[in-house]
Every structure is written in C-alpha cells, then in structure tokens.
C-alpha cells in the first residue's frame, strides 16, 4: 500500500517561497513517476510538476516554469517542490500522487495514489 503524505504549506505574501515535502512509502520507488498537483476552489485539479523517480527527469506546466523546482532524495523516499515567486494564483490545494511507470503523465486520473494534500495560501 502506497502512503504519501504532503507537509510544508501554508501562508506567504507574493514574492516568497514554501517547499513542500511529500513523504512516500510502501514501494520501492524506483519505477514510479511522482507528480505535483493543486487544485484551487471552484477549479480542476491542475498537474504542476512531476519527476522521474529513477533517473530525476523533470517536467513543469508552463504556468509554473523557472518558479517551482521538483526534486527527490531516493535515500529518504522524499519528494519536494520548492515554490519561489510565489503569485496569488498559486494558492491552492497541492497534492503530491504516484503513478506506475516512467512516462511524463500530466492527467490526474492516470495516478494511482495521492496524498491528502497541503494547503498553499498566497496573499497579495
């Protein structure tokens, strides 16, 4: 059984930083794909970044491109998303989810297991 559980958000002014951790277990991680994702009220849940767990291959939506960086430490089953420049926009809900496999996956639906999440508030 695949656990993830997100830590790390909470209250910033625009302009600031969060990193998020996402603590992963119950696998051996090697073949799975580790995504970012956030959901805001009223809106869909968003893919933000995601990385290859084996190799370290990464990939950001475009809305977050050259702010947020996604890394992970094999050693601790650790996956994080450094948030800098933080804007209004990106408040929201974050996820961090686990998907079989080693395809760059940006769907929601094709993850397997996600986290309870961890609320991100930016304020202007």
């Known amino acids: 059984q695949v656990q993830l559980v997100e830590s790390g958000g909470g209250l910033v002014q625009a302009g600031g930083s969060l990193r998020l951790s996402c603590a992963a277990s119950?696998?051996?991680?090697?073949?799975?794909?580790m995504g970012w994702f956030r959901q805001a009220p009223g809106k869909e849940r968003e893919f933000v970044a995601g990385?290859?767990?084996?190799?370290?291959?990464?990939y950001y939506a475009d809305s977050v491109k050259g702010r947020f960086t996604i890394s992970r430490d094999n050693a601790k089953n650790m996956v994080y998303l450094q948030m800098n420049s933080l804007k209004p926009e990106d408040t929201a809900v974050y996820y961090c989810a686990a998907k079989l496999g080693v395809v760059i996956t940006t769907t929601p639906d094709l993850y397997d297991d996600w986290g309870h999440g961890t609320q991100v508030t930016v304020s202007s």
């Open positions: 119950g696998r051996t991680f090697s073949w799975y794909y």
């Open positions: 990385i290859t767990w084996s190799v370290g291959s990464t």
